[in-house]
């Protein structure tokens, strides 16, 4: 099956300083992915939409300077945040559509649970 | 974005029983659901989907109920195990645009052994 990984899988940063956080669909070429945001005991909330090659769509509210999505390549996707603050405290999970699905399929990625000091 | 809630933010059932979670949707153009499945600090695994053009689908111990009129979804599972204790969401895809999952609240499933 599809397999999407997360790197890494937990990060620890203090205030002001920045985080990437990798995306990467292992056995499938992924020419969409998407970047969502869950806080405890929250649903998912879509942050934006990348497509490979191209500047990233971003939801309403999501601040595009702060979220820097890069989708370079056809199987990596990287979000960074940029001067995290506590409030950025959140579990980041990317997924992926790819290719040779349907236009529906998504493939979840593991998450990657990123704490602010 | 989409509005799709869950009518139970908790549901707790004794192993062996059968578990029903349920789901509204609000966006009658979506034409694609599915069910997903979330353990503590792990993304979402797919359960099972269904089309618009469907009302019934089932899977392995799990069946999808589709009613377009009311927009009400529901997950099924029979048996239920300690297993299939975790967070189930719905998510629909809205046909316009660039085809976003956009996901329910969130119901917490509990098996009591």
């Known amino acids: 099956g599809a397999v999407v990984s997360q790197h890494p899988s937990w990060v620890i940063c203090k205030s002001g300083t920045s985080v990437k956080i990798e995306c990467r669909s292992l056995d499938f070429q992924a020419t969409t992915m998407f970047w969502y945001r869950q806080f405890p005991k929250q649903s998912l909330m879509l942050m934006a939409t990348?497509?490979?090659?191209?500047?990233?769509?971003?939801e309403q509210g999501v601040e595009k300077d702060k979220f820097l999505i890069n989708h370079a390549s056809l199987t990596l996707s990287t979000l960074t945040v940029t001067s995290a603050h506590p409030e950025d405290s959140s579990f980041y999970i990317c997924?992926?559509?790819?290719?040779?699905?349907?236009?529906?399929?998504?493939?979840f990625g593991p998450g990657t649970r990123l704490t602010v000091t | 974005g989409e509005s799709v809630g869950l009518h139970l933010p908790t549901l707790s059932v004794q192993e062996g029983d059968n578990s029903i979670i349920n789901c509204a949707y609000s966006n009658s153009a979506s034409d694609y659901f599915i069910w997903y499945k979330q353990e503590s600090g792990k993304g979402p695994q797919f359960i099972i989907d269904?089309?618009?053009?469907?009302d019934k689908r089932q899977g392995q111990r799990v069946t999808v109920l589709l009613n377009k009129t009311v927009k009400h979804l529901s997950l099924q599972i029979a048996a239920t195990q300690p297993g299939d204790s975790a967070v189930y969401f719905c998510?629909?895809?809205?046909?316009?645009?660039?085809?976003?999952?956009?996901f329910g609240t969130g119901t917490r499933l509990t098996v009591i052994p």
């Open positions: 997924s992926a559509r790819g290719t040779r699905d349907s236009r529906y399929e998504q493939y």
């Open positions: 990348s497509n490979e090659g191209s500047k990233a769509t971003y």
């Open positions: 269904i089309r618009s053009n469907m």
């Open positions: 998510a629909e895809i809205n046909q316009t645009g660039a085809n976003n999952l956009f």
